[in-house]
């Protein structure tokens, strides 16, 4: 009887330790221990699209310089990225691999339009976040009701476009536009946009349209199209290797349009200036849009976020090159993820870091300072749509001269 | 190929495939289902490449039909993606006869060159059709799930579905190459004319031989579809089809049981060896060697390929066989019929 009666108590003790212990055990949420918060991304390093390889090195410089300011909330961000090649199944199976294996806490910052959208739907059904992906497709911002789990970040490639389209109606309401897109969502996005800054009223301007397969080896025809058109607003809605073309050609066939637009995506000095190695007379002049600071343009040098960037490049990626704006694209991204994470507190949780992140409002004195002066980053309510606003500029000289002030791609809720 | 190890050996990978879930962590279990489909591939291109000696560069592509196939029947037309798969082999074997027809006037390199157009055309063919095909943006299917009323979880339900379909190909591709349509192959591996000669036609065989090889490819693709749950251009660059044709290498043209390590090499090589064996670089050499440079993954294949190619030119299946030699009880009776294999 005593021996039954020591072994029942031995028991219950026994429950007691594992229930007491598994209420004072850390929490539950995958990817946070008691020190450190795994962050993981896909990023094409290696193959066509391995020009954006420099986003994660500068995420992962800025997240050292944060560990080394002692982390957030007493935890280190561990932040680890693998080679996709842009390939979605590779996507898939490092994105699986994150869930299951290395039960990340989020996914930060994953690049590709289709590469995201292939892993899109498992994410939100493992309830995993898809915070702040790389790309512009608008349907990261807007599908929110659909995935939960998933936003944007960027301005997304239809609200650009629709400052294009504002832009002509205001100031060249008699410029007749013939426009290169990309014949798949990349290019439809920036084409509906511009449609809809144009305005009815507007519409009319465009005098041509002409869609570009990516797998076609040049723009030759389409740049002919609309050469013939009598466009003399040129606008190009492709990616940087076709673009580059498109200008080239142009000069070839003797085109000079009046006015160039450019998406930012490949309206870039390096993109631009190697189209007019190779022989195009019209990339000084082209608009684009702007939204990150300029390591390029002097006009930036003193403001904080600059003097803060030069900084971090060289203590922490030292090997990378200082005038790629993507690495300030990068530690822009990188310093939003902080804050997202600072404001969880001692306990984050997955469903905490998307409501913070479906609820920003960093403007004024809290606003990113890797952006360009005056640029907030709201979301509230049914607007998820992190960044919208961006500068107009123009290239001149090499570099990219602001024109006019900062431009809403997007209404923004008051 | 020659079927050294036999039954017994057969025996012994159903019995290694039954087991590995159970010692698999969900995530592993889902990687090796992805061995399953790509073992499945491999079988199929070493009937072209090992048993009729013509060599692909654009196998991935027949993968990527099978993938569309399932993916345009599951999504529009709401199929249950299992019975897709027949259908994709199917259609995809029919491809693959048209494709041969084509080329197979052809010999050699020029084989060789023309079979490099097909994903390259498969990714025109996908953009510019893009109503049928959804073009660059693809296709998302259902989330990988288990059916025919089992409840396992996701990972476990692809392994099930890409092995059982990997080891009735394999049981094909055994019999195939014991008769007599694997005699004809042979032959023609051997010497065209001599086979013409015998009454054998060079270009039906070795259309026969594309049109095979592409059914195993498209009842592949098939199931990659259905376990990565979206296809788009993207999905089949060239990169698979020479990671495939790497594999048979790899595993050693002609050899049945080393397709099994060509499969492993093609899933892991990547994500996991490459990575590995570089850090173990580092560590003997003191070398950095930046694996994130443009480029690197090829360069790694490629200096494995040629390790391969001069340390075991006959790839796994060769080592294999050597190591079986050594055991005087596995040495067939007649000599004869083991040949050794290689391009």
New interface residues.
Partial sequence: MKRSALLVAAALLAAAAVVVSAGAAPSATPGVTARTILLEGTFPLSGPASGYAPIPAAMKAFFSYTNAQHGVNGRQIVFKYDDDQYNPPETVQLTHKYVEQDHAFALVGGLGTEPQQAVEAYLNQQKVPQLFVSTGATTFDHDFTANPWTIGWQPDYAAEGAIYGKYIAKNLPTAKIGVIYQNDDYGGNYLSGLKSGLGASHLGQIVSAQPFDVTSPSPLQQVAALAQSGADTFVIFLTPTATIQSYVIATKLGWKPAHVFVNSVSGTSTFLGLAAKSGSAITDGSFTVNYLLDPTNPQYNSAPGMVLYRKLMAKYDPSGNVNDQLNVYGMAKAWNVVQLLKGLGKNPTRAGLMQAARSMNFSGATANPFLLPGIVTRTQGRYQYPISQVNLVQFSGGVFKPVGGLVDGRVLPK | MTSRIGPAGFAALVVAVAAAPLVS????T??LG?VGIYLAALLGLNILTGLTGQISLGHGAFMGIGAYTTAILVVDHGWRALWTIPVAAVVTGLVGIGFGLAVTRFAGPYLALATFALP?TL??IV??F?GFTG????K?LP?LHSQLGLRTNP?LWLYIVAWSLALLLFVLAWAVARGRLGRSFRAVHDSEIASTANGISARWVKTLAFGLSAFYCGAAGAV?AIG???V????F?I?LSILLLTGVVIGGTGSLGGMVFGALFVEFI??TWAPALVRAFTRVTTVHVN???????QVIYGLVLLLVLFAAPAGAGGLARRLADLVPRLRRRAPSLSRPSGL
């Fill in positions: 962590t969900h995530y592993r889902y990687e992805f390259l990714t025109g953009k510019r893009q073009g660059s943006l693809g998302n989330l990972s990659f990565v749950a979206y788009n251009p993207d999905t660059p990169d990547r994500t694996t994130h440079a443009a480029g690197s993954p």
